[in-house]
C-alpha cells in the first residue's frame, strides 16, 4: 500500500483521486479480510438446549434467540412468540439461548439460574413465562429471590433438587457457555434472534421479519 | 492543529471500524432505537454510516481532500447531534449511544457533550485550514505545484 502510495504520489496531482480510489479499497479490503478472518459459527440446535426448545422440530421457521429476563424487550418478544406458537404451533420451532447481561441488569444471571435450574426439572417454559410476565415486580428489587422463589413453588418445581441446583457452578458454566457462543455470532444485545439463521435484533425487528416470512409463504 | 485533526480522524475510524466488525444488525437496533428513520431508511443508514465514518476518518487522517474530510465530519457530528437532542427532548429510553459499535458506549448527556466538544474542534480546523494541512498529502501536492 505505502509503495503504491508512493508511486502514484510521484506522478501528475491530479492523481489524487488515485489515491482516494486507492485508500477506499484498501478499506473495504481490511474491513472485509477481518470479518472473514473473524467469521461465524452457524446456529445450530443442541441437545443441551432441549429443555428450552418449543415447536415443531421440522418447522419451516426456525427460531433461536438469545434472552435476558430482566429486559423489557426480551419479556415483549417473549409474549409475542407465544401467541405465535399457538396460532401456529406446526409451523414454528423456537430454542432459547442465555444472554445475561450483567452490567445494565442487576438480576439477568440470577433470574437465568433459576430459569436453567426450572430447565432441568423440565419447566423452562412456565418458569420463563412467569419471569417475564411478573418482571415488572422484580426488576428494580435489591433482593428479588423471594419472588423467583414464589415463580418456582406456583410452578411446582422439586425445591430441594432446586437448590442444589443453585449451588452448582455448573449452572452458572452453562450460562455462560451460552453467552460466549453467542458473542462469537455477534450477539450484543437482548432480545437477539435467528431466523432461519439471519440474525435479528429487537422485538420489533422479529415481529417485521416475520410478517415478512408469513407473507412469503402465502404467495 | 495537526495533531488535533490526526486525533479526530482516529476518532472516526475507529467509531467506522468498531461497526463494521460486528453485524450491522446491532447498530440497526440502535438506530431504530432513537426512532427517527423507518423502514428500510434505517437499514440503509446502518450499513453506509460506519463506511463514511471509516473513509472520511482515514481522509482527515491522511490529509486527503482535507477540506471536504472535515466538511464531511461536521455534517455527521451535526447529524448526531440533532439525533441525540430529539432523543433527550422526548425521553426515549435509551441506554446506549452506539458511538462506538460494540466498544464503547455512554449516555446521552454525555453523548451530546462529547460530540459538542468534537463538533468545536472540526470546525476550528476548517477555519484554520492552512494550519491544519500540516503532514497531508494535500499539502505535499501543493508544494510540488508551488516548485513547478
Known amino acids: 500500500m505505502k509503495y503504491f502510495l508512493c508511486q502514484t504520489m510521484g506522478q501528475d496531482p491530479k492523481n489524487k483521486k488515485f489515491i482516494a480510489l486507492a485508500v ?15 467469521g461465524s459459527d452457524p446456529v445450530s440446535s443442541g441437545s443441551a438446549t432441549l429443555p428450552r426448545a418449543k415447536g415443531n422440530p421440522q418447522a419451516p421457521l426456525k427460531i433461536v434467540e438469545y434472552m435476558d429476563f430482566q429486559c423489557p424487550a426480551c419479556a415483549r418478544g417473549a409474549f409475542f412468540l407465544d401467541d405465535l406458537l399457538k396460532n401456529k404451533p406446526d409451523e414454528v420451532y423456537m430454542e432459547v439461548r442465555y444472554f ?33 410476565k411478573r418482571q415488572s415486580e422484580w426488576k428494580d428489587l435489591i433482593n428479588a429471590d423471594p419472588v423467583f422463589e414464589e415463580i418456582t413453588k406456583s410452578v411446582q418445581l422439586d425445591m430441594n433438587k432446586l437448590d442444589v441446583c443453585l449451588a452448582n457452578e455448573a449452572t452458572t458454566d452453562a450460562l455462560v457457555k451460552d453467552k460466549q457462543e453467542g458473542q462469537s455470532r455477534g450477539v450484543r444485545s437482548t432480545p437477539t434472534y435467528f431466523v432461519n439463521e439471519k440474525m435479528v435484533v429487537g422485538s420489533n425487528s422479529l415481529e417485521e421479519e416475520l410478517m415478512d416470512f408469513f407473507g412469503r409463504v402465502k404467495h | 492543529m495537526v495533531l488535533v485533526r490526526i486525533w479526530i480522524g482516529i476518532i472516526f475510524v475507529l467509531s467506522g471500524t468498531q461497526k463494521l466488525l460486528g453485524p450491522y444488525q446491532n447498530f440497526l437496533y440502535i438506530i431504530q432505537s432513537y426512532q427517527v428513520l423507518s423502514r428500510p431508511w434505517d437499514t440503509v443508514v446502518a450499513i453506509i454510516l460506519p ?43 435509551i441506554q446506549e449511544c452506539g458511538c462506538f459499535g460494540e466498544g464503547l458506549s455512554f449516555p446521552l448527556p454525555t453523548t451530546l457533550l462529547l460530540d459538542s466538544v468534537l463538533w468545536i ?28
Not at chain 1, 24 to 38: D, N, P, R, S
Not at chain 1, 112 to 121: D, G, L, P, T, V
Request: net charge positive; hydrophobic share 55%.
Open chain 1, 100 to 132: 445475561p447481561l450483567e452490567g445494565n441488569h442487576r438480576h439477568a444471571l440470577r433470574s437465568a439460574r433459576y430459569a436453567e435450574c426450572a430447565a432441568q426439572q423440565g419447566k423452562f417454559w412456565d418458569v420463563a413465562h412467569l419471569l417475564f
Open chain 2, 51 to 93: 463506511w463514511g465514518e471509516l473513509l472520511l476518518g482515514i481522509f482527515a487522517i491522511l490529509g486527503l481532500w482535507t477540506p471536504w474530510a472535515l466538511r464531511g465530519l461536521l455534517l455527521l457530528t451535526t447529524v448526531f447531534m440533532a439525533v441525540v437532542v430529539q432523543a433527550i427532548v422526548r425521553s426515549l429510553p
Open chain 1, 24 to 38: 477506499v479499497l484498501f478499506c473495504i479490503a481490511v474491513i472485509y479480510g477481518l470479518k472473514l478472518a473473524k
Open chain 2, 121 to 148: 474542534y472540526i470546525a476550528f480546523l476548517i477555519i484554520r485550514l492552512e494550519r491544519t494541512n500540516g503532514f497531508s498529502i494535500d499539502r505535499y501536492y501543493l508544494k510540488r505545484d508551488a516548485q513547478k
